[in-house]
C-alpha cells in the first residue's frame, strides 16, 4: 500500500510519499517546506537520485501543503494518507480514521497544545479536500503513553481539578519514542525490558518503557515539561512563572514566548538553539555556549537516571534526534554523567557512524548497552496507517 505522510510543525511541513509491505516502509519520495509563513519558505523534495527545490510563497502550513500536493504523482499515487497529530487529549488514545467530527475534535484540542492542533486540523482538511475519496489516518504523538500508570500520569494537584480540565501528563513525542523502541527490537531480535529512550533534537524528550510499553516520560501536559531544549526552558519553578508575571511584569503571552522560544539552548547561550553554532562557540572560548552544552547534557542525564526510578533499573538506553543521532560529543557527555548506573561507552563507537539505522555504542562490558537509533517518524505513521487500515478491514 501506498501511503502519504503528513507531518505538519508550527512552521514546518514534512511529507513523504511511501510504499508500505508487511514491515518494510521505502520512502518513495520526501518533501519539507521550512520557514512557511516567512518571505523565504523553501520546498525541497528527493525522489531516489532526483532532487530539487523550489521558493513556496505560503501564508501557513496548509497552503504550504497544497502546493506541495501539486507535485507530479502525489495526489493519484498514494492508496492512503497518515497525519501526524501532536495532541490526541484523554479522547484520542490509538491511531484514528479521520471524518469531520475527528478534525473538529482535533481542532478543540488546541486548547492543550495552542501552537499544534489548530494547524493540524487545518492540513486534515486539505488532505480531506485533495484525497476525498482516500482514507486519512491521524497518528497521535501522545498514544503512546497512554500506558502511563496512574502514579506517573498525575501532578500532585487537586485530582477532581484535573479531572475537571484534563490536567494529565499526557507526554508528547511518542511517535518517535516507539519508532525507536520498534527498530531496536528489529534489530537485537527482543525488546530490551528495560529502555529508556531519550530523544535530542530541538524538542528533547525521554521515555521509560517496560516490555516496549512508555511507563513515565519527561514531558507532561504540554511540551514544555522535562528536559532542556533549543529554545524551550523544560522544567522550571511554577513560582518563577508567577514572579514573572508579578515582579517582573511579564503578561501571560510575553512568559510563554520567553519559555518556548528564547529558553533553553538559545537563551542560556545567547549565541543559538543549534547544538552546531554552540559547539563552534565553545571551541571558540564562549563561556555561556560551554554552559549551555553543560547544562543540556546534564539535565538529560539527570532524566534518564529519574526514569530508572519507573524501571527498578536500566538495561538499554538509546539516543535518537538531530542530536542524540548526530552529537557525538553530547551523547559523550550525557555517559559519562552516567557511569555510576553502568553506562560505559566505547570511543571509537561513538566517532563512527557507519550510517547504519541502529548501533551499539557502549563496550562490550557495559552494564548497560546503549544505541544510537536513526529514528524514522514518517515511517511509523505509515506503518501505523497501515495498521489501522488493515485492523479495521478486518472488523469488516
Ligand atoms: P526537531 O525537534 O525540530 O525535529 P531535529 O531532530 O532535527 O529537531 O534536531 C535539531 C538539532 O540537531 C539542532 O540543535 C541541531 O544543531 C542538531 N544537529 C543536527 N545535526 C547535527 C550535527 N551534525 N552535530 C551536532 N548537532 C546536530
Same mark, same amino acid.
Given at each position: ?72 504523482? =502525489? ?91 484534563? =490536567? ?229
Amino acid at each position: 500500500m501506498r501511503v502519504l505522510v503528513v507531518n505538519p510543525g508550527s512552521a514546518t511541513l514534512k511529507c513523504g510519499l511511501y510504499q508500505v509491505s508487511g514491515p518494510s516502509v521505502t520512502a518513495l519520495w520526501t518533501g519539507v517546506v521550512d520557514r512557511v509563513g516567512t518571505d523565504t519558505a523553501v520546498f525541497r523534495w528527493q525522489s531516489g537520485a532526483t532532487s530539487g527545490q523550489t521558493e513556496v510563497i505560503a501564508g501557513d502550513v496548509s497552503a504550504a501543503l497544497h502546493q506541495v500536493l501539486d507535485s507530479p504523482g =502525489l495526489t493519484d499515487g498514494p492508496d492512503a494518507a497518515g497525519c501526524r497529530v501532536v495532541h490526541g487529549g484523554e479522547r484520542f488514545t490509538a491511531p484514528i480514521l479521520v471524518d469531520a467530527g475527528v478534525v473538529e475534535a482535533i481542532r478543540a484540542l488546541g486548547v492543550l497544545a495552542p501552537l499544534h492542533n489548530p494547524v493540524s486540523a487545518d492540513v486534515l482538511q486539505t488532505i480531506q479536500d485533495r484525497l476525498p475519496d482516500r482514507p486519512i489516518v491521524a497518528v497521535f504523538d501522545t498514544a503512546f503513553h497512554r500506558t502511563l500508570p496512574p502514579v506517573a500520569r498525575a501532578y500532585a494537584l487537586p485530582y477532581t481539578l484535573m479531572e475537571q480540565h484534563g =490536567l494529565w501528563r499526557y507526554g508528547f513525542h511518542g511517535i518517535a519514542h516507539r519508532n525507536v523502541m520498534e527498530q531496536l527490537r528489529a534489530h537485537r531480535q527482543a525488546c530490551p525490558a528495560r529502555l529508556i529512550t531519550c530523544h535530542l533534537g530541538n524538542g528533547a524528550s525521554v521515555c521509560a518503557q517496560r516490555d516496549g510499553r512508555s511507563v513515565e516520560t519527561s514531558m507532561g501536559l504540554t511540551p514544555m515539561e522535562g528536559l532542556m531544549m533549543g529554545t524551550r526552558s523544560g522544567d522550571v519553578d511554577p513560582g518563577l512563572v508567577l514572579h514573572l508575571q508579578r515582579a517582573v511584569g511579564m503578561s501571560s503571552a510575553e512568559v510563554e514566548t520567553l519559555l518556548n522560544r528564547e529558553s533553553g539552548l538559545r537563551g542560556v547561550s545567547g549565541v543559538s538553539n543549534d547544538l552546531r553554532d554552540l559547539e563552534r562557540a565553545a571551541g571558540a572560548g564562549d563561556v555561556r555556549a560551554e554552559l549551555a552544552m553543560q547544562m543540556f547534557a546534564y539535565r538529560a542525564a539527570k532524566a534518564i537516571a529519574a526514569h530508572t526510578v519507573a524501571l527498578g533499573g536500566v538495561d538499554a538506553i538509546t539516543f535518537s534526534g538531530g542530536i542524540g543521532e548526530n552529537s557525538a560529543t553530547m551523547r559523550a557527555r550525557v555517559g559519562e554523567l552516567l557511569a555510576f548506573l553502568g553506562v560505559e561507552l566505547d570511543a571509537g563507537r561513538n566517532q563512527q557512524d557507519d550510517g547504519a539505522r541502529v548501533r551499539r555504542i557502549s563496550t562490550d562490558a557495559s552494564h548497560v548497552e546503549v544505541y544510537v537509533v536513526r529514528v524514522d517518524e514518517n515511517a511509523q505513521v505509515a506503518q501505523e496507517t497501515v495498521r489501522l487500515l488493515a485492523s479495521s478491514t478486518a472488523e469488516v
